[in-house]
């Protein structure tokens, strides 16, 4: 799978929107971005994910430049819970394996 | 939907000794599902992957004779961690493929400690 980067750690405040950034300049056509995230001592949870197209759902937006080579994932309005490390994750349809790079630690502050 | 679940949430046992974590798939099937080992301050490192029916498929450096994984039914897979030791210590995660196999859901994890 392409490697992805992000920053280590993140700062926000409480009601501004986040922006968490991702370099994957080795993607290939075929392979989706991904984003999890994982809340102190829990199971990563499912944000979204995308191909080509910026989606948006319930819990955030997914920006993906034309080249593909980086994307951003925007939570829009930030809460203390969204205290997490977030993780961006390039996988190819139909590979079963998610490979975890480090993350980027976000902390909202009140 | 999608909720994964796992079982203990934290154990503690003495070194030498085996520990079973289960890990359910309670809403829905999952043909596969997957093991991660997760230390302290570190990302999630994938063990082994598992389908239904079928033997685990482990991940180079993963142990199978001391990492068991059964994945007997299509809503359970249990990892059995033999003859554990204290460098064995870890939070380990699973988590289940939907219907849609490109998304995986997580267990909430179980946190090992070996004395």
């Known amino acids: 799978d392409a490697k992805t980067t992000q920053p280590p750690s993140m700062d926000c405040a409480e009601g501004r929107a986040a922006n968490l950034p991702c370099n994957h300049s080795?993607?290939?056509?075929?392979?989706?971005v991904y984003w999890y995230r994982q809340i102190h001592s829990q199971g990563p949870q499912y944000i979204i994910h995308?191909?080509?197209n910026n989606e948006t759902n319930e819990m955030a937006s997914l920006i993906i430049t034309e080249d593909r080579k980086s994307s951003t994932l925007i939570l829009p309005h930030a809460t203390l819970r969204d205290t997490a490390v977030y993780y961006c994750?390039?996988?190819?349809?139909?590979?079963?394996?998610?490979?975890f790079g480090q993350g980027t630690r976000l902390t909202i502050n009140p | 939907g999608a909720v994964v679940s796992q079982h203990p949430s934290r154990v503690i046992c003495k070194s030498g000794t085996s520990v079973k974590i289960e890990c359910r798939s309670l809403?829905?099937?999952?043909?596969?599902m997957f093991w991660y080992r997760q230390f302290p301050k570190k990302s999630l490192m994938l063990m082994a992957t598992?389908?239904?029916?079928?033997?685990?498929?482990?991940e180079q450096g993963v142990e199978k004779d001391k990492f068991l994984i059964n994945h007997a039914s299509l809503t359970l897979s249990t990892l059995t961690v033999t003859s554990a030791h204290p460098e064995d210590s870890s939070f380990y995660i699973c988590?289940?493929?939907?219907?849609?196999?490109?998304?995986?859901?997580f267990g909430p994890g179980t946190r090992l400690t070996v004395l």
């Open positions: 080795t993607i290939s056509g075929n392979e989706y």
């Open positions: 598992s389908n239904e029916g079928s033997k685990a498929t482990y």
């Open positions: 995308g191909l080509k």
């Open positions: 809403d829905f099937q999952a043909t596969t």
């Open positions: 994750i390039v996988r190819s349809q139909g590979a079963q394996k998610l490979v």
């Open positions: 988590s289940a493929s939907h219907r849609d196999p490109d998304t995986q859901y």
